[in-house]
């Protein structure tokens, strides 16, 4: 295993940059999550909260210590204060939480199952997010941004939203900001496959660090393998890649090297919508401590983990004393089992 190490992005040996913040854009919608299982149709009662991949990231960041800010667009609505006030409880600032007067905070609906993944039902045509623009990233303060994390969905939105996206990442090239991106394949939010893959490639062409998870390696690079996805998005232009591995961990590839760690074993898993995005705020909080990409993996691998114990989508995201207590509690396990192993 390389000890590979992001040099260039360690905050805790940078006092100017540890007092600087993620920066996340895109869509927080309001969410019901069934209280039974079986057809949405069906299903008579639901319990309320707040999603999305971005927001979801940025609760992971805070929770975790990072200083994360979130730019989005809401309603003049309930779900709009809602979102307004899960910004406030997880002590995320709500200066880029925009207010629209006449356009509505986007909505999803989410099955609950006893395996696989839920399904998962959007109102987002025409949401206040959808308006999301360039103007809108130009309203920022850059000088307190340390890096940037993207995913696929925001460029997805509209063509207002896929501006922005850009706007984002020439901001970022231009300042020398870290930029990490998720393509979070959303088939259903493009007006083709063959559109969304170019536009997510050349995002993740882009990019520092790309984090797709295998099946979305494997549906942009047209490859097969772990290796031959990242050597794909290396040769496309990004400085690293990580791919999720599903149960099985996470693969780690900058062209010349490879890690590859392994997932934490939960016993049931409640919900794997959110997951990816608590990989993600456990990878970045790593590197911006100074941690390894070993470390980082490992991190990343141990909070999607938990999150899939949780029905919300970002609810169950840890902070650090319960990160700590989980890794150290399941290292015990596996310890304790191989001993037993050899003992037999």
């Known amino acids: 295993m390389v000890d590979l190490r992001m040099d260039d992005f360690r905050s805790s040996t940078n006092r100017e940059c540890g007092t600087k913040a993620f920066l996340l854009a895109g869509e927080a919608l309001g969410l019901f999550v069934a209280h039974d299982r079986g057809d949405l149709a069906t299903v008579r009662h639901f319990s309320s909260s707040v999603a999305g991949a971005e927001l979801n990231v940025a609760i992971g960041l805070s929770r975790l210590g990072q200083r994360a800010l979130f730019l989005s667009k809401v309603g003049d609505d309930p779900v709009g204060r809602k979102i307004r006030l899960k910004l406030q409880s997880n002590q995320i600032s709500d200066k880029y939480l925009f207010k629209l007067d006449n356009r509505r905070t986007g909505l999803m609906m989410k099955s609950r199952v006893s395996e696989g993944d839920p399904e998962v039902v959007y109102w987002r045509h025409d949401s206040a997010a959808s308006t999301i623009a360039p ?46 991106f998720d393509p979070n394949v959303r088939i259903s939010l493009w007006k083709d496959e063959r559109m969304m893959r170019s536009r997510l490639n050349d995002f993740c062409s882009k990019a520092d660090l790309v984090i797709p998870g295998r099946g979305e390696a494997a549906f942009l690079s047209q490859k097969d393998s772990l290796a031959a996805m990242g050597s794909f998005f290396i040769k496309n232009g990004a400085r690293f890649v990580i791919i999720k591995d599903g149960v099985k961990g996470a693969y780690l590839t900058d062209g010349k090297h490879e890690t590859y760690v392994s997932a934490f074993i939960v016993e049931s898993v409640v919900d794997t919508v959110g997951a990816g995005d608590g990989f993600a705020a456990g990878v970045l ?19 999607g983990a938990i999150q899939t114990q949780s029905e919300s989508d970002n609810d169950g995201l840890p902070n650090s004393e319960e990160l700590t207590n989980f890794i150290e509690s399941h290292l015990q396990l596996q310890l304790r089992e191989g001993n037993e192993i050899e003992q037999n």
């Open 135 to 180: 103007m809108d990233i130009r309203e920022v303060d850059f000088d307190e941004i340390k890096a940037i994390h993207m995913t696929g969905i925001l460029p997805a939105l509209s063509d207002s939203c896929l501006e922005a996206a850009y706007e984002m990442v020439d901001i970022a090239k231009r300042n020398n900001i870290f930029l990490s």
């Open 285 to 303: 909080s790593a590197l911006a401590e100074g941690l390894p990409f070993a470390r980082a993996l490992e991190r990343g691998c141990a909070i």
